[in-house]
């Protein structure tokens, strides 16, 4: 199977968490991020965050996912925040016309009357798309200030993309972008976002990128947080 790279254009608002770091790269990218706030941390709290931020780091490593990145910011004066990841996973097909058709009918089954599940042509591929929102995600008693767990709804797009043999030949692998928010009434706003990322995704093959068998941003597109429009979410009964 060819090794893969992806390229893409990614919306300024967005800050991306790399996957794998070591520690001494963990701490330069806290460091980093600190300093671009206008912050002095003391040596203390840069260990802590370090540490923390490595797990994660690490997390994303070890479950596939070769690119990650987080938007937080204000949508007219209201604070709101996004979680943005790309994976690669092997996949059985080389006909991504059949693999998309599959999906799209494995996924609207599984998921019914709870999700919008379609095929969309993108400049990179056809792509088999779902969004929809998953089942709450509970904050703990212990952090709330009634002591019980509140549920946190979720708003979720999943592009599954199956790289084509165009763009890399040989490749067997399945692209999949996901972007998560508790920010459900951004949604449209985030979609103002979301379409040209999308839009600007790009398979290479091996040799023809400058990081070895991971994803990669070539440009950031200054996209400031006010949008409005794009696709709604499925209405849930």
């Given at each position: ?15 991306g ?69 790309i ?15 599959g ?5 609207a ?26 089942t ?49 009434d ?52």
């Open positions: 199977m060819s090794s893969v790279h992806v390229t893409f254009e990614i919306p300024s608002a967005f800050r968490t790399t996957p794998g770091l070591d520690a001494e790269e963990a701490r330069a990218e806290v460091t980093a991020r600190a300093q671009a706030q206008g912050r002095e941390l003391p040596d203390g709290v840069i260990e802590e965050l370090t540490a923390e931020y490595r797990k994660v780091s690490a997390l994303l490593a070890e479950s596939g996912v070769r690119y990650s990145a987080t938007c937080f910011g204000q949508f007219n004066d209201e604070w709101s925040m996004g979680t943005l990841t994976g690669m996973t092997p996949l059985a097909y080389r006909d991504t016309e059949i693999a998309v058709v999906m799209t009918k494995i996924f089954a599984k998921h019914g009357p709870n999700a919008e599940v379609s095929s969309l042509p993108l400049p990179c591929g056809l792509a088999t798309l779902v969004i929809q929102q998953p709450a995600l509970r904050m703990p008693a212990e952090f709330t200030a009634s002591g019980e767990d509140v549920p946190i709804d979720v708003a979720q797009l999943q592009a599954f993309i199956p790289v084509p043999q165009s763009a890399v030949p040989g490749a067997q692998t399945l692209v999949t972008v996901t972007f998560s928010t508790p920010s459900t951004h949604w449209a706003d985030y979609c103002e976002l979301l379409v040209p990322f999308l839009q600007s995704l790009r398979f290479l093959p091996d040799g023809d990128a400058t990081q070895d068998g991971g994803a990669h941003a070539p440009a950031e597109v200054p996209a400031p947080l006010a949008a409005t429009g794009g696709p709604a979410l499925p209405s849930f009964g």
